[in-house]
Antibody, heavy 120, light 108 residues
């Protein structure tokens, strides 16, 4: 069964850090780039970051640049998002999303999301 | 950054009716990199249309996409109860990836 499963969300104080994980199974994780996308409560989708298939290329949204770091471990089929200096506006459900290749580059594989709440 | 503007913000229709959702880009988007997603409450988005007009396996043929350049349309030919949701367009032809703000399709 093709799936992505996020974990690591929770409640954190402003200025603190959190690390999200996204575990892939049922497909060849290392073939394609993979993304983080977030959705603030009641709001739309916001792209956060992308990492290439081999981890050598990374891009970030301006809103998180310098604070968030995306990485991947293809040997463990896992994607990470290290979030530092968290702000209230980072409160959102965080999804990992990837193309299976069949409909490249559209995102046809999504995780269920993990909620991050930044609050004192 | 390419800004995608979706209209209308909310669309109120009845089952069996035809829905037409619009997505307008601030700059030309390669048709290969325009997608539509459906999202229901508490769920992750689901890919409906890729390449502006292609349907993934398993997506009903009542969903169709069209358009090019800066103007794209998602059409649902005959609404079924399960189609009432929020719809987002997305472009991936230019970095960064961007999404429209969404159109909420509600039951009239």
């Amino acid at each position: 069964q093709v799936q992505l499963v996020e974990s690591g969300g929770g409640v954190v104080q402003p200025g603190k850090s959190l690390r999200l994980s996204c575990a892939a199974s049922g497909f060849t994780f290392s073939t394609f780039a993979i993304h983080w996308v977030r959705q603030a409560p009641g709001k739309g989708l916001e792209w956060v970051a992308i990492i290439s298939n081999d981890g050598g290329i990374k891009y970030y949204a301006d809103s998180v640049k310098g604070r968030f770091t995306i990485s991947r471990d293809n040997s463990k089929n896992t994607l990470f998002l290290q979030m530092n200096s968290l702000r209230a506006e980072d409160t959102a459900v965080y999804y990992c999303a990837q193309s299976s290749g069949y409909y490249y580059p559209a995102f046809d594989i999504w995780g269920q999301g993990t909620m991050v709440t930044v609050s004192s | 950054e390419i800004v995608l503007t979706q209209s209308p913000g909310t669309l109120s229709l009845s089952p069996g009716e035809r829905a037409t959702l619009s997505c307008r880009a601030s700059q030309s988007v390669s048709s290969s990199y325009l997608a539509w997603y459906q999202q229901k409450p508490g769920q992750a988005p689901r890919l409906l249309i890729y390449g502006a007009s292609s349907r993934p396996t398993g997506i009903p043929d009542r969903f169709s996409g069209s358009g090019s350049g800066t103007d794209f349309t998602l059409t649902i030919s005959r609404l079924e109860t399960e189609d009432f949701a929020v719809y987002y367009c997305q472009q991936y032809g230019s970095s960064p990836v961007t999404f429209g703000q969404g159109t909420r399709l509600e039951i009239k």
